[in-house]
């Protein structure tokens, strides 16, 4: 019994000494773990399209090249992608 009482108290005190060392603060790069988010360049080709952000430009091209015009409309920042 008493062999259990010292291993019991020996568990408490190593808890003790290890819940008063403060733990390193971890560093944490928004930026980068954003980047390392983002999908792989072939995935995000539809970034290589040359957006109008005028539409009377873009009706204006679209007449010259005769081709149409694809309109999408976003009120967020689609180039970040945290729209």
Not at 32 to 50: G, K, M, N, S, V
């Amino acid at each position: 019994m008493r062999e259990m009482q010292f291993v019991f108290a020996a568990a408490l005190c190593t808890l003790a000494v290890h819940a008063q060392e403060p733990t390193p603060p971890v560093a944490f790069d928004l930026d980068a773990e954003f980047a390392a988010a983002q999908p792989p360049r072939e995935e995000a080709r539809w970034t290589l399209i040359p957006w109008r952000h005028s539409l009377t430009d873009a009706l204006v091209e679209a007449k010259q090249t005769k081709r149409p015009i694809y309109l999408y409309c976003n009120d967020g920042d689609v180039g970040s992608g945290r729209c």
